[in-house]
T-cell receptor, first 114, second 115 residues
Framework: GNSVTQMEGPVTLSEEAFLTINCTYT??????LFWYVQYPGEGLQLLLK?????DKGSNKGFEATYRKETTSFHLEKGSVQVSDSAVYFC?????????????FGTGTQLKVEL | GAVVSQHPSWVICKSGTSVKIECRSL??????MFWYRQFPKQSLMLMAT?????????EQGVEKDKFLINHASLTLSTLTVTSAHPEDSSFYIC???????????FGPGTRLTVL
């Protein structure tokens, strides 16, 4: 079946530091890949997505490239801000019998300090 | 656009009672909605897929009779936790699929606490 593995947190960074959150996946076929962000007490918000190999998703300074050869979709940001503190979930969407379902990683908590 | 709401945002109930949670797509129609459960500091676990006008499809290990799902219209799905117990306390999140984008939009979640 489909699965997503992402690095454990929490990740603590100073403001303006470079961020990488690793994500690898296992899936049959050609899934779409997503990064979601969850701020404290809130639901998930789509941060970015990529639907095919070599696509780069980007939003709010965050980027991730769909690497089929390494089955990865690592999230990066060149300079984080305190307001980026949240939990980040990597996910994939693929046809699995019952239709398009999202499979999530366990989430990585990011804390950005001044 | 593509806003999903949930009501209530939080609820506290006594053990043995039933609780209904609503999920609404406010500005689009959704033939498919999803219900997730999230434990503290853990990922979202899909509970069931709710299809308008038909029975929900439950994931393995989810009790159909305990978590009743109704998707009576293209903008509303409800999850009823029947005979709730403290172990049902969790954060329940719904999402609605916008077909044209083949993308799920998530509600803000409902925090259920069973005493």
């Amino acid at each position: 079946g489909n699965s997503v593995t992402q690095m454990e947190g929490p990740v603590t960074l100073s403001e303006e530091a470079f961020l990488t959150i690793n994500c690898t996946y296992t899936a049959t076929g050609y899934p779409s890949l997503f990064w979601y962000v969850q701020y404290p007490g809130e639901g998930l918000q789509l941060l970015l997505k990529a639907t095919k190999a070599d696509d780069k998703g980007s939003n709010k300074g965050f980027e991730a490239t769909y690497r089929k050869e390494t089955t990865s979709f690592h999230l990066e940001k060149g300079s984080v801000q305190v307001s980026d503190s949240a939990v980040y979930f990597c996910a994939l969407s693929g046809l699995t019998g019952g239709g398009n379902k999202l499979t999530f990683g366990t989430g990585t908590q990011l804390k950005v300090e001044l | 656009g593509a806003v999903v709401s949930q009501h209530p945002s939080w609820v506290i109930c006594k053990s043995g009672t039933s609780v209904k949670i609503e999920c609404r797509s406010l500005d689009f129609q959704a033939t498919t909605m999803f219900w997730y459960r999230q434990f503290p500091k853990q990922s979202l676990m899909l509970m069931a897929t709710s299809n308008e006008g038909s029975k929900a499809t439950y994931e393995q290990g989810v009790e159909k009779d305990k978590f009743l799902i109704n998707h009576a219209s293209l903008t509303l799905s409800t999850l009823t936790v029947t005979s709730a117990h403290p172990e049902d306390s969790s954060f329940y999140i719904c999402s609605a699929r916008l077909a044209v984008y083949n993308e799920q939009f998530f509600g803000p979640g409902t925090r259920l606490t069973v005493l």
